[in-house]
Structure formats: structure tokens, C-alpha cells
């Protein structure tokens, strides 16, 4: 019963914005008040402490906020500089294959920002790059969230599998002993994730082709298995040995960086590139929900939502 308790408010934000559409605003909100009202009346915290954690949560909010203003302001930075056309042309340049741009950025380059900054940053910055080649947003989007699944554990110079460590601290004060649980937490860890990293590009690119493509069909992403299976691979490998070996400060850094190198050679010089290039339906043909939306709100107010929006999520970690 209490654990269900302690999860009810995060049952509440998944039921309002994905049952109801609700803004996370207003469901951010409503399940902050269900957690002070659980932990008031069901858990016996005071007042006091209340109020305190809620500090705490605002506080705490503003680490996840500098991470993700270093990822906008990079963004912002590449946009304006005209790096991302560059990038932009650069790629196309590569290849003009939308099942191997896909991989390239949102595989490997997202593991890699990924491994440098965590938190959200690989969607900030590589769905932006797809969106400049001719990607759908919403495809962008889902592509490149579904694509950062295996790194995330290392994420940010291994600070998910650090607060594992902290946490553990008090259960395991002797560093010795607590040093070879971690390494064995870190094997542990890079295997699950190596094993779904066999499969997670190829079943990507087969929901891309089926969902976007002209033909909506499975066959498109057959021609390409063999660029997929070398994507695994080359960051399996250098993200395998540096959990075992380095610790979990380097394996998605490294291993998405590996993997870049690899796939970006082997794309310009057609190593496993399928002859017959695939692109999505005419842009004509797109429904609304595709497309990026147009917001006309002030650069103020989204920026003064975006901290709100963290902050209450703050509010409830």
C-alpha cells in the first residue's frame, strides 16, 4: 500500500499528459500537491521537512537546468554561427540515405553527446540536425530519444551509475568493498545495454520506414541490416571495455565516438551502404502532427516555462 502511495504522483503525471494532454505544467503541479499531501498524511513528515524537501527540489532542479542550458545555448550557438548548415551540408554529402543519416546522428553522435552532457542533450541537439537534413520533427523526435536507450547509464561522465555509488555509501563503507560492487555494477550494466545495443538501430530504422516511408514497409530496412549490425557493434565493443576495464566515467563518451569515426568512414566510402537511397513521403503528404510547430510565444516566456517545468520536476525527484 505504500509503495503505491509513494508512486501515485507519478502515476498522476503519466495519466494527465499522455491520457488527457494536459500541460506539464498543470500536471506537474497537481502531482506536487498529492506527494506533500501522501507524505503529510500517510507518511508523518512535518510541515518543517516538507518544506525543506521542496527547497531541496528547486535546488536540486537547477543542476539538471545548467546541463540543459549547456546544451541549448551549444544549439543556439551551432545555429547561428552557421555550423549547422555546415554540418547539414556535410552529411548530405556522406550520404543522402535517410536510413543511414539516422544511425550516423541519432545512433552515434547522440551516444556521444549522450556520454558529454546527459540529460536530454542528445534530443536537443541531434533531433535539430535531422529536422536541417529534411527529417519530419516528429520522427526526429521519437528516432533520436529511441536511439539514446543504451548509453544513458553512462550518461554525463557516468553520473546515473555515481548516484548509485553515493547512494551506497552508507550500506557499504568499506571503499574496497564498495569499489568492486560498483565494478561489478558497471559490468553488469554495460552487458544489459550491449545486448538491447544489437538490436535497438535495426528496430529504429524499421519503425522509421514503416511509420514515415512511401512504401510503409518492413522490407525497406533489409537492405540495410548489414550498416546496422556495424553501428552495433562499433560502439558495443569500446562501450563493453571501457565498463570492464576505465569505469563508468568513459564508455557511452568513447563508444559513441568510436562508432562515429567508424560509421562516418564507412559511409563516405560506401562500406555497407545499400545502392538504392531511401527518403520519406513528399513533404506534401505529411500530416500537421509531423511537422515542428509554429510558436509565436516571446523567447522570454518559453525560456521562463522551460525553468518552471524543471523546477516543478525538481520539486518531485
Request: one cysteine or more.
Amino acid at each position: 500500500m505504500y509503495s503505491f502511495l509513494a508512486f501515485f504522483p507519478i502515476i498522476v503525471i503519466l495519466v494527465m499528459m499522455i491520457g488527457f494532454k494536459k500541460s506539464s505544467k498543470l500536471s506537474l503541479s497537481v502531482a506536487l500537491a498529492f506527494a506533500l499531501l501522501i507524505s503529510y498524511f500517510s507518511f508523518g513528515a512535518s510541515v518543517t521537512e516538507l518544506s525543506a524537501r521542496v527547497l531541496f527540489g528547486f535546488l536540486k532542479a537547477f543542476d539538471i537546468l545548467v546541463i540543459i542550458f549547456g546544451a541549448i545555448l551549444i544549439l543556439n550557438t551551432m545555429k547561428y554561427s552557421g555550423a549547422m548548415n555546415a554540418i547539414n551540408n556535410g552529411f548530405t554529402k556522406i550520404t543522402t540515405d535517410r536510413r543511414i543519416q539516422v544511425i550516423i546522428i541519432g545512433w552515434s553522435f547522440g551516444a556521444f553527446i549522450e556520454g558529454a552532457a546527459g540529460f536530454g542533450a542528445p534530443a536537443a541537439l541531434a533531433a535539430p540536425l535531422l529536422v536541417g537534413l529534411g527529417f519530419p520533427a516528429f520522427g526526429a523526435a521519437i528516432t533520436t530519444l529511441i536511439l539514446n536507450s543504451s548509453p544513458v547509464s553512462y550518461g554525463a561522465v557516468g553520473t546515473p551509475t555515481f548516484g548509485i555509488q553515493q547512494a551506497l555509501n552508507s550500506f557499504l563503507p568499506d571503499p574496497a568493498t564498495l569499489d568492486a560492487y560498483m565494478k561489478d555494477v558497471s559490468i553488469y550494466t554495460a552487458t544489459i545495454h550491449s545486448v538491447c545495443a544489437l538490436f535497438v538501430p535495426f528496430l529504429v530504422v524499421a519503425m522509421m520506414v514503416k511509420i514515415f516511408g512511401k512504401n510503409k514497409s518492413f522490407k525497406d530496412v533489409l537492405p540495410v541490416l548489414p550498416f546496422c549490425l556495424l553501428a552495433s557493434i562499433s560502439f558495443i565493443v569500446p562501450f563493453f571495455l571501457m565498463a570492464k576495464f576505465a569505469g563508468f566515467e568513459l564508455p557511452a563518451l568513447l563508444g559513441g565516438l568510436i562508432s562515429l569515426g567508424i560509421l562516418v568512414l564507412a559511409a563516405k566510402i560506401g562500406f555497407l551502404v545499400p545502392k538504392d537511397k531511401w527518403d520519406f513521403e513528399p513533404i506534401e503528404a505529411w500530416p500537421d502532427f509531423w511537422k515542428a510547430p509554429i510558436n509565436t510565444s516571446s523567447e522570454k516566456k518559453k525560456l521562463l516555462l522551460k525553468i518552471c517545468h524543471y523546477l516543478w520536476l525538481g520539486c518531485l525527484m
